[in-house]
């Protein structure tokens, strides 16, 4: 059985979409929490809700403290595929963003509010520290939290890998090796365990099932790359988003124009087909078909009639 991959990688949720941007609300509710507690005792803190000019100020600095943030994650979302994140690149980009965030805070403060007696590399100094133990505490909680879930989500599937090796037989399609951008090989699971593949640009999530739960995998792979992998698997492309497992659909619902995959597992939600991925699904459940199991579809505005595969791909082609 595959290995867990043992590297210097940072904990592969924090460069989700979801948490990327999530980290930057969350950042600023905590800053605004603590400026309100911390602006009392600083002379070089100018935040204020009360004063409604200075108000206007907090608003707008945020804003561009919003911005600023903003960009910085969306960069780091972008340039993943190309640049391998360690945690020391990691805390590199963020003592960045904390610079860069620092220096807008200082010019933001020396153009609109009154002089201070410091001059400006003391309170871009003191602006450095400050924005750093706004930001800590927030990145380490956010750290812990993605690290738990990625060491969860690894034992879970070596539990179930492990499981793998006390199997007598295993039915087609065999085993289906997983494996990372890389070319690292990740996971081996069982075709009958998979059940379908979500695409989230640089990751790829994997959903199974493990003594009964449906649980969740994420593989860091273009979608692109682990469709031509599993051209030979019962794994199929339906949706620019997902995969789907021929051996798991109980049918094809059409809901006017729009075509969704119901799966044999009630916990997963119908999964859209899109046109252009339609005949390719089709064409799969054929072969999957000629196997013995059929697979049917559901057109729910004409009530409870179902039309066999071969039925669907005249219905298209008509």
């Not at 059985?1 to 950042?27: C, H, N, T, W």
């Not at 206007?56 to 804003?63: K, R, S």
């Not at 800590?136 to 179930?160: G, H, R, V």
Request: charged letters at 20%; hydrophobic letters at 45%; proline letters at 3%.
């Amino acid at each position: 059985m595959a290995k867990i991959d043992k590297s210097r990688e940072i904990p592969k949720f924090l460069l989700d979409k979801q948490y990327l941007y999530g980290s930057v609300l969350f950042i600023l509710t905590f800053s605004f929490v603590f400026m309100v507690v911390y602006t009392p005792f600083s002379y070089t803190a100018w935040f204020s809700l009360t004063d409604m000019r200075h108000l206007l100020l907090t608003a707008i600095f945020y804003v561009g403290a919003l911005l600023i943030m903003w960009a910085s994650k969306h960069i780091m979302y972008r340039v993943q595929d190309r640049v391998r994140f360690t945690f020391a690149k990691y805390t590199a980009w963020l003592l960045a963003e904390v610079v860069v965030i620092s220096l807008f805070y200082t010019i933001f403060t020396s153009v609109f509010i009154s002089p201070f007696e410091q001059t400006s590399w003391v309170l871009l100094l003191k602006a450095v520290w400050c924005v750093l133990m706004i930001m800590a505490i927030p990145y380490t909680i956010q750290t812990l939290y993605a690290a738990y879930k990625a060491k969860t989500e690894e034992l879970q599937m070596l539990q179930y890998e492990m499981s793998l090796g006390g199997e007598q037989t295993v039915t087609y399609p065999s085993l289906i090796n997983l494996y990372d951008y890389n070319g690292t090989l990740k996971l081996t699971i069982n075709a009958d365990s998979l059940y379908y593949m979500e695409s989230q640009d640089n990751y790829v999530k994997i959903f199974y099932i493990n003594n009964g739960k449906l649980l969740s995998y994420m593989l860091r792979c273009r979608t692109k790359a682990i469709e031509e992998n599993l051209a030979g698997t019962s794994m199929v492309r339906c949706h620019r988003s997902y995969m789907v497992n021929v051996m798991k659909i109980n049918n094809i619902r059409k809901k006017g124009k729009a075509r969704y995959v119901i799966l044999d597992n009630g916990d997963i939600k119908p999964i859209p087909v899109s046109k252009s991925y339609f005949k390719n699904l089709i064409g799969k459940i054929e072969r999957f078909n000629a196997s013995g199991r059929s697979v049917t579809e559901t057109e729910e505005q004409a009530g409870p009639e179902e039309t066999s595969a071969e039925g669907v791909q005249a219905d298209q082609q008509a």
